[in-house]
């Protein structure tokens, strides 16, 4: 009879590892802190100056995407969250018991992405929800603009808000198998969201056009605004599929470099 573990084995004890290790609810609790605490001040900020705003700032203001702020700093969150999974194991050698008592690297893998797809997108939606519905009350008390659920373009963004965060936290996890050190993790996620898209700024417009769209950040961009942000960026559903290609193949990566290397 084998004893290898099956691939419900290997999830429940990678769920069980997840769950009792303390870093990850500190880290949800940062996750939940930025979006909805910056959703909560964002709001407050713009309902206490609307009347001083004109009316072309006013025609411009997007209520949802101003609820929905703290996703562009919780995406740091849950980037760092999806790395530690991985590199915490290999900063602390448990990675050799971890392959010790899962000897098909592939299944751990798919076990761990199992944990984090489920319980990030759960977490995600649950907070960008919560954001939305918080941020949208706050403008209807103060009489401004403001979104509703029942309107399927507001819907979609918030939804896909909570898809993005889920997505970068593999990207994060993929990233951290390639690489094995959290910090060097950490660097290059960050390098690729934040510092990327800067250096892509000070290219001549006509390379911006046709590299911007493809940074991750402009791809989230894309997937959680009601409106198309620019005629040079991809539809939603484009965005959603070329960061979901990104994701497969960086984790994919790291799966492949797992099969090939010692721990």
């Known amino acids: 009879m084998s004893t290898t573990p099956t691939l419900v084995d290997t999830t429940r004890a990678e769920f069980l590892k997840f769950r009792t290790v303390r870093a990850t609810f500190i880290g949800l609790a940062t996750l939940i802190l930025l979006t909805?605490?910056?959703?909560?001040l964002i709001t407050l900020v713009i309902k206490s100056n609307w009347s001083h705003r004109g009316p072309v700032e006013r025609?411009?203001?997007?209520?949802?995407?101003?609820?929905?702020?703290?996703?562009?700093?919780?995406?740091?969150?849950?980037?760092?969250?999806?790395?530690?999974?991985?590199?915490?194991?290999?900063?602390?050698?448990?990675?050799?018991?971890?392959?010790?008592a899962v000897p098909r690297r592939v299944r751990l893998v798919v076990?761990?992405?199992?944990?984090?797809?489920?319980?990030?997108?759960?977490?995600?939606?649950?907070?960008?929800?919560?954001?939305?519905?918080?941020?949208?009350?706050?403008?209807?008390?103060?009489?401004?603009?403001?979104?509703?659920?029942?309107?399927?373009t507001d819907l979609r963004a918030v939804v896909m808000a909570g898809v993005y965060l889920t997505l970068l936290t593999l990207v994060g996890f993929g990233i951290g198998l390639i690489l094995r050190t959290t910090?060097?993790?950490?660097?290059?996620?960050?390098?690729?969201?934040?510092?990327?898209?800067?250096?892509?700024n000070f290219l001549p417009s006509s390379w911006q056009s046709h590299v911007s769209k493809y940074l991750p950040s402009n791809l989230g961009q894309a997937m959680t605004t009601p409106t198309s942000v620019s005629s040079n960026s991809f539809q939603w559903g484009t965005a959603t599929i070329m960061?979901?290609?990104?994701?497969?193949?960086?984790?994919g990566i790291g799966t492949f470099l797992l099969t090939r290397r010692d721990a």
């Open 243 to 251: 960061l979901t290609i990104y994701t497969v193949i960086i984790v």
């Open 183 to 200: 910090s060097v993790t950490i660097s290059v996620y960050v390098t690729v969201l934040l510092i990327i898209p800067i250096i892509v």
């Open 36 to 40: 909805i605490g910056l959703a909560v």
């Open 59 to 100: 025609l411009a203001f997007d209520p949802v995407a101003t609820s929905l702020v703290g996703v562009f700093f919780a995406q740091f969150a849950v980037g760092v969250m999806g790395a530690r999974a991985i590199t915490s194991e290999y900063a602390s050698g448990a990675i050799r018991t971890t392959l010790a």
């Open 111 to 152: 076990s761990k992405v199992i944990v984090l797809l489920v319980t990030f997108f759960i977490v995600s939606q649950i907070v960008v929800f919560a954001a939305f519905e918080i941020g949208q009350a706050i403008y209807k008390s103060g009489h401004l603009p403001s979104g509703t659920l029942s309107n399927s």
